[in-house]
Every structure is written in structure tokens, then in C-alpha cells.
């Protein structure tokens, strides 16, 4: 399974994108929509320009391979 993030910067302050992912791979594991974490061989954070992700939000790709 390969996983994208793209995420909106809230504000300006400095923010390391990778503490992003924790989080919400766990929601997804949470919420049963993958079943386990481990199964993830690849994942992709990026900051996306406020034209494509409102600030403070996530768009997470799911693709099973």
C-alpha cells in the first residue's frame, strides 16, 4: 500500500512535516479504513500550496499495489 498526505499549512510557523503522519495514519487504523500500519511501504508527506489544500487540512491518497 503507498499512502500521499498533502497537507495546508495552518499558519506560518515552522512545522516538520513528518509528525503529520503519525497521526494520521493512526486515524486510519482507528477508523478499520486500513487494517494495520505495518502494511504501508510507502508514504509521501508534502506541504501543498493553499490552492490546493485549505490551510489546516489533510488530503491523504490511498493506493493499493
Do not use: F
Request: charged share 30%.
Amino acid at each position: 500500500m503507498s499512502i500521499t498526505i498533502s497537507a495546508g499549512r495552518p499558519d506560518r510557523r515552522r512545522r516538520d512535516a513528518d509528525n503529520i503522519c503519525k497521526a494520521a495514519i493512526d486515524l486510519l487504523v482507528t477508523h478499520q479504513v486500513i487494517a494495520d500500519d505495518s502494511l504501508v511501504r510507502t508514504l509521501t508527506t508534502t506541504w501543498a500550496s493553499s490552492d490546493d489544500v485549505a490551510p489546516g487540512r489533510l488530503v491523504v491518497e490511498l493506493k493499493y499495489v
